[in-house]
């Protein structure tokens, strides 16, 4: 069958691939295996990789970003730093320079 279509870089050969031109030249034909169908983005998962088997992303592989599959590391939650942050209570410094100027915090 022949239907133009597109095989992401990490999945050109088996080893890397620092520029896709050393593979595969514009208009090549080639050999692939489909490897997954996205129904609902109407989207199929192609590779050059033929001992590779359908289904095996690239988190079970060992390898791959975890951000381009959405996944994002948990973050803590950001303390104020600088002019910003306020103590939990009124220091002693706080408290004189509250007296001193007649304001109560």
């Not at 514009?26 to 609902?40: F, M, P, S, Y």
């Not at 050059?48 to 951000?67: C, I, S, V, Y």
């Given at each position: 069958m022949?239907q133009?279509?597109?095989v992401?870089?990490?999945?050109?050969?088996?080893?890397?691939?620092?520029?896709?031109?050393?593979?595969?030249k514009?208009?090549?034909?080639?050999?692939?295996?489909?490897?997954?169908?996205?129904?609902?983005r109407k989207?199929?998962?192609?590779t050059?990789?033929?001992?590779?088997?359908?289904?095996?992303?690239?988190?079970?592989?060992?390898?791959?970003?975890?951000?381009a599959?959405?996944?994002?590391?948990?973050?803590k939650a950001?303390?104020?730093?600088g002019?910003?942050?306020?103590?939990?209570?009124?220091?002693?410094?706080?408290?004189?320079l509250?007296?001193?100027?007649?304001?109560?915090?």
């Open positions: 022949h133009d279509g597109l992401h870089i990490s999945s050109l050969a088996n080893k890397f691939v620092d520029d896709p031109h050393t593979v595969v514009a208009g090549d034909i080639v050999k692939v295996k489909v490897l997954e169908v996205d129904l609902q989207r199929i998962a192609l050059m990789r033929l001992d590779e088997q359908p289904g095996e992303t690239t988190a079970r592989r060992g390898g791959g970003n975890d951000r599959q959405g996944n994002r590391p948990a973050t950001a303390k104020p730093r002019r910003d942050a306020q103590p939990v209570g009124n220091s002693a410094m706080m408290d004189a509250a007296a001193a100027m007649g304001k109560k915090r």
